[in-house]
């Protein structure tokens, strides 16, 4: 005989025969219980002043939005300075340093990108360099990098 488990009942089948009429309903209730994730993943380093000029918009300082939270996008999101005015959210998920990330998310708006910033970042590679402001508003300053989600709005 073989004995198999059949998905989400916890009961065993003799006939090695997975029972439909309860495959069905544990497939629906994954499919809608579990959605999908429209983050993407990836590293984040941060950046002071001075911020001028950037790669997006030169030397112009209304660029910057008034709460100073922005980024640089590194290579993975530029996309040829298509991502200049994007908006992301983004959340701490880890560091290598214990107790880095701090609860919340932040807005930053692209105005840079990584690769060129004239202020060197405190990691470099990073998916996203973002303002001291922003990274302080989701992680400790003494963390170099963080690791992120993050989505685009």
Same mark, same amino acid.
């Given at each position: 005989?073989?004995?198999?488990?059949?998905?989400?009942?916890?009961?065993?089948?003799?006939?090695?025969?997975?029972?439909? $009429?309860?495959?069905?309903?544990?497939?629906?209730?994954?499919?809608?219980?579990?959605?999908?994730?429209?983050?993407?993943?990836?590293?984040?380093?941060?950046?002071?002043?001075?911020?001028?000029?950037?790669?997006?918009?030169?030397?112009?300082?209304?660029?910057?939005?008034?709460?100073?939270?922005?980024?640089?996008?590194?290579?993975?999101?530029?996309?040829?300075?298509? $991502?200049?005015?994007?908006?992301?959210?983004?959340?701490?998920?880890?560091?290598?340093?214990?107790?880095?990330?701090?609860?919340?998310?932040?807005?930053?708006?692209?105005?840079?990108?990584?690769? $060129?910033?004239?202020?060197?970042?405190?990691?470099?590679?990073?998916?996203?360099?973002?303002?001291?402001?922003?990274?302080?508003?989701?992680?400790?300053?003494?963390?170099?990098?963080?690791?992120?989600?993050?989505?685009?709005?």
């Amino acid at each position: 005989m073989i004995y198999t488990s059949l998905p989400c009942s916890g009961q065993a089948s003799t006939t090695g025969m997975m029972n439909k $009429s309860i495959l069905i309903p544990c497939l629906l209730s994954f499919l809608f219980l579990s959605p999908p994730s429209l983050a993407d993943v990836g590293t984040a380093a941060s950046y002071g002043p001075p911020y001028l000029p950037t790669a997006c918009y030169g030397s112009d300082e209304s660029q910057f939005p008034p709460n100073n939270l922005f980024a640089a996008a590194g290579d993975a999101i530029w996309d040829n300075d298509a $991502s200049c005015g994007r908006q992301y959210l983004v959340r701490c998920l880890s560091s290598a340093t214990p107790g880095a990330c701090t609860d919340g998310t932040v807005q930053v708006t692209v105005v840079d990108y990584a690769p $060129s910033l004239v202020s060197a970042p405190s990691a470099v590679g990073a998916t996203m360099v973002l303002s001291e402001t922003a990274y302080g508003m989701i992680s400790q300053s003494s963390a170099n990098e963080i690791n992120i989600e993050f989505t685009q709005v």
